[in-house]
């Protein structure tokens, strides 16, 4: 393995990566070598352009942190994301589609009993969501857990908040559906927002001539036994950027009328005297083959 | 650009991305994306595989420090630095060849005069190393900059060292050749060495039974007006792993006898009273095409 250019390059570290004792890493790396080398002698890609690749992914990688996930956020805007969703949740039809997890979700997010106000204060339009986890033949899935997560009116996370202490969540919540598969709660209606831009993709959109917005959306983590996990989002039926979504997410099924009401009673009969909204979203679970 | 699927999402990015205003990195990111489309289409890339992705890439970022260079470390190991140097340098017969560069060159480096010991005082083997920088025609180039760069006879470089200061530097230099293209200093024998194998590249390596060790090696970036900047080694012969260095970087004509020598008078004409070893090499620089 002496005087590699750059077509021999390729085999020499196929050949190098033979013997690594499991085949699956081995057949990943494979096709992931393969497609690196094309794409260098592809574009016949300069030093000078590999050092800016190498800065690039460097300064995404350091800029990460453990509520800043800039890798996902590439992989987001590159479509990557999309494509690995979509290839691993081909569903029956009528199943709910699953959409892009996105960078957002935390581990620790707070437990709440159904009804309750997940906003934690968060100022804002008041949004009473509910709905029903269904099996693929219309019978409810008792006791589903449900993950809920949004941005705030202005269009933020509560992990970009400068100074938020670490266990203080805005809009995230962990709920059990009922035995009869319902869930409810109340919140506020999120906004439209940019990905995070401040950072290297943030620079990379801008150098596309891209921008970084993502139209209105609640995300939902639906997890019950004997089915498929569903990680998935709910977008607001003529809300911006439903067509030009930064990450590619949008699924015409995925969006719904965020209805508007008056002043008045709210769903649980209390009086409020503010204009409120209103979300009835039924989520269908693939069942996992036996 | 709604509803995309594992096949279309790819045209959907490549559609975004089409009023990037610069045709070049238009071109770069065409190639890039349908490469890595193709990669996750191509091992059906799982989730959970993306997921692993994800977090090795950003455990390769985190440990970066002005010091480390782990995303050069991945290129080096999967192959992709040496085909970019490759491709970039493709000079006349009779052209000293190029290779890796790799993470460890430092921006800062001393100045020394010719002559001068530049080991900074590691102990080690005494080293003398000298030459002629040459044009295609075989004449002297003169006044030319070497940057010279090295490990130690344990194999470390000085910034792979705890506790050093910033501005200390062993076994690394910037000399001017005189009028008549000679280079000549001291220095110690370097050992072949493992690149740094405690992250995220050492883990993959692990994984794939490849061990992470380079033969013994000089670096040198030779600089001079009207020619190509040569970055190149001098390995030693009969060294270990010349024939399956880490970063697939050896060529033969870059392979040298490091002559060894009794104790007696070094080429300066001092008593010297332990063995010592030489090199005689010389650079012959590619002219910039006018």
């Known amino acids: 393995m002496r005087n590699l250019d750059e077509h021999t390059i390729t085999q020499a570290v196929l050949t190098r990566n033979a013997s690594a004792p499991d085949p699956r890493l081995r057949e990943i790396m494979t096709s992931l070598v393969q497609h690196l080398h094309a794409f260098a002698r592809e574009t016949k890609l300069t030093e000078a352009e590999w050092e800016k690749g190498i800065e690039f992914l460097t300064a995404v990688g350091q800029i990460c942190t453990p509520t800043r996930q800039e890798f996902i956020l590439l992989s987001d805007t590159l479509g990557l994301s999309t494509l690995v969703t979509a290839q691993n949740h081909k569903k029956p039809e009528g199943c709910t589609e699953a959409t892009v997890f996105g960078p957002f979700h935390v581990l620790d997010a707070p437990r709440f009993d159904l009804g309750a106000d997940i906003s934690a204060g968060l100022p804002g339009v008041p949004w009473f969501v509910r709905g029903t986890v269904r099996d693929i033949d219309g019978n409810p899935v008792p006791n589903?857990?449900?993950?809920?997560?949004?941005?705030?009116?202005?269009?933020?996370?509560?992990?970009?908040?400068?100074?938020?202490?670490?266990?203080?969540?805005?809009?995230?919540?962990?709920?059990?559906?009922?035995?009869?598969?319902?869930?409810?709660?109340?919140?506020?209606?999120?906004?439209?927002?940019?990905?995070?831009?401040?950072?290297?993709?943030?620079?990379?959109?801008?150098?596309?001539e891209r921008h970084p917005w993502r139209p209105a959306h609640l995300h939902f983590m639906i997890i019950s036994p004997n089915h498929e996990r569903l990680v998935t989002h709910v977008f607001r039926e003529h809300g911006e950027y439903l067509d030009s979504d930064a990450v590619f997410g949008v699924r015409s099924s995925l969006i719904a009328d965020w209805v508007a009401h008056d002043a008045g009673t709210d769903p649980y009969g209390q009086a409020i005297d503010t204009p409120w909204f209103s979300l009835d979203f039924d989520f269908v679970l693939n069942p996992i083959a036996r």
């Open 144 to 208: 589903a857990t449900l993950e809920v997560w949004q941005a705030d009116d202005a269009g933020f996370y509560d992990v970009q908040k400068a100074g938020r202490a670490a266990n203080s969540f805005e809009g995230r919540a962990i709920l059990q559906a009922d035995s009869e598969g319902r869930y409810h709660f109340k919140t506020i209606i999120p906004d439209c927002y940019p990905i995070p831009h401040d950072g290297p993709v943030g620079k990379m959109l801008e150098a596309l």
